[in-house]
């Protein structure tokens, strides 16, 4: 397989901005299309912080929630569908005139209600608000599948937390790993069946600051570098999470998307791709594109990968709104060159 996936966001400033861009520089290639998240959602799950620090049913101690003795936890409308709604219309209109490839679909991309707890909930109540969410957030997502088109539309669920948390950089306040499987397959139940199904294996990527991923900087230098400070050692956990969510989730799964590291540069970081064990109809993406070594550090990379995993995809680690606008047009130049490079060559 070929291609590159879009995780979502991008560093544009509308809605058709993000439409443009990618119909003119990522496509043909990227098929499934974000809104490129503008304005306050690229600030990812940030956007919840209302819903849970200002909650009733909740207290909020130090900058963190809990569950009150004797509460139901509950929340009020969790709304990601009226956002996608009205961004679908903008896609429509870019499809039909031609700004979109005519087989493009739209994408939606939802933090899981794991990824939400983390970043606003303390440890012991974790798993119970997180549930309380989901009731919250299923709702929403039956709102926006029953306006948007099943065969338009591909839902992404974002994974940063639950692959931090299999990495051992976060505590588990599941019953462990696959418990934490069993959940993110609830919510790929939710996906219509025409819809596509995908899934962002993601370590966080912020190059403007810090992240609850990043670790803290060892010196002077590091910290004015901006970044993440501590790297996963291989592919072995996107393995983990991969064939975890194989194994549980009931309906078909169309993509995995996979950050992986720029220093990924010897045989042993790329190995436990051979142990990936997904279903033959589900397509795998790589975050090889880097846009400090653009097309030739994917080439490297994706070779080394190609030892272990025969067909796969390509993309940046996270979103493109993670990028300054330096960084976009090194990551835009780098998909061109290497997609020409991987062209069949023409003979006559």
Not at 82 to 90: E, G, I, L, P, R
Not at 222 to 231: E, P, S, T
Not at 328 to 344: H, I, K, M, N, T
Request: net charge negative; proline share 7%; aromatic share 10%.
């Amino acid at each position: 397989m070929s291609g590159f996936y879009l995780t979502g966001s991008i560093n544009v400033p509308t809605v058709e901005d993000a439409f443009a861009l990618v119909g003119s520089r990522l496509q043909p290639g990227a098929t499934r299309v974000p809104d490129g998240e503008p304005g306050d959602r690229a600030n990812w799950v940030l956007t919840q912080s209302d819903l849970f620090l200002n909650n009733p049913t909740l207290e909020v101690v130090d900058g963190k929630v809990r569950t009150k003795p004797g509460t139901p936890v509950k929340f009020g409308d969790v709304d990601y569908h009226s956002t996608a709604v009205q961004s679908y219309a903008k896609f429509v209109v870019a499809r039909d005139n031609g700004v979109l490839a005519p087989e493009s679909r739209f994408l939606v991309s939802i933090p899981t209600p794991f990824n939400a707890a983390n970043f606003f909930v303390e440890f012991d109540s974790q798993a119970e608000v997180a549930l309380a969410y989901e009731q919250g957030l299923r709702e929403s997502v039956e709102a926006l599948q029953q306006q948007i088109p099943a065969q338009d539309l591909a839902i992404q669920w974002d994974l940063p937390i639950e692959l931090a948390t299999l990495e051992g950089w976060f505590p588990n306040p599941y019953a462990g790993p696959e418990a934490i499987f069993a959940a993110t397959a609830r919510l790929a139940d939710w996906v219509h069946d025409d819809a596509h199904l995908t899934f962002h294996l993601c370590y966080g990527d912020s190059k403007f600051g810090a992240s609850p991923f990043m670790g803290d900087p060892p010196d002077a230098e590091a910290a004015a570098r901006g970044g993440r400070h501590i790297l996963p050692r291989d592919a072995s956990t996107i393995v983990t999470l991969a064939n975890g969510l194989s194994r549980h989730v009931r309906r078909r799964i169309d993509a995995f998307q996979a950050a992986t590291v720029a220093a990924w540069n010897r045989r042993a970081h790329w190995r436990p791709l051979a142990e990936l064990a997904i279903e033959p109809d589900t397509e795998f993406y790589l975050g090889l594109l880097h846009a400090e070594d653009g097309a030739e550090g994917a080439r490297q990379r994706a070779a080394l990968a190609a030892e272990f995993l025969p067909e796969f995809g390509i993309s940046t680690e996270c979103g493109l709104g993670r990028h300054s606008a330096e960084q976009l047009e090194a990551v835009l130049v780098g998909w061109q060159d290497y997609a020409v490079s991987r062209q069949p060559a023409l003979t006559g």
